[in-house]
């Protein structure tokens, strides 16, 4: 399945959670909360297909995408899954709708910036499960760690 934009929409999707965020006001919790728990089952929907579509007989990897980025230095979009990767898929998109709902109560303070980030998290994380360009690895890699800083 060449040129499968499926993995691309499963990165994306939290990101365009997060990005609605920001303009949400701080003070509307509960909807900063319902927002950030309904984009977070977009990626377990998208999973929950990658999964059922995965093809275990086939040992390469599936649902690539591979775009040139940077030609100087030959670095691409490339993304794909494997056997591993689609269950590490599986299980980060099923536990972040879960981290939301477990601290629905617990988190009072700053509920926009702990969703913010959990949501950009989630982005990093399957960025890093689904990158088969070293470069890209390395910048998804980078990225997780930000959000985890401040959500530590």
């Known amino acids: 399945m060449e040129n499968n934009q499926l993995l691309t929409y499963l990165f994306l999707a939290p990101l365009v959670g997060a990005a609605a965020l920001l303009f949400v006001p701080k003070k509307s919790a509960n909807v900063v909360r319902w927002l950030a728990f309904g984009f977070s089952l977009i990626p377990l929907a998208i999973s929950l297909l990658v999964y059922a579509r995965f093809d275990a007989a086939n040992p ?62 989630e982005a990093g994380m399957i960025g890093v499960f689904i990158s088969l360009d070293l470069f890209l690895f390395y910048v998804f890699w980078e990225a997780m760690l930000i959000p985890m800083y401040f959500i530590i």
Do not use: C
Not at 67 to 78: A, D, G
Not at 82 to 97: H, Q
């Open 60 to 121: 390469d990897f599936q649902f690539t995408q591979k775009i040139l980025w940077i030609e100087t230095i030959n670095v691409h979009y490339h993304v794909g899954a494997d056997g591993i990767s689609v269950l590490l898929l599986l299980l980060t998109a099923f536990i972040t709708p879960l981290t939301l709902l477990s601290t629905w109560k617990s988190i009072t303070v700053k509920v926009k910036e702990f969703s913010f980030f959990m949501l950009f998290l």
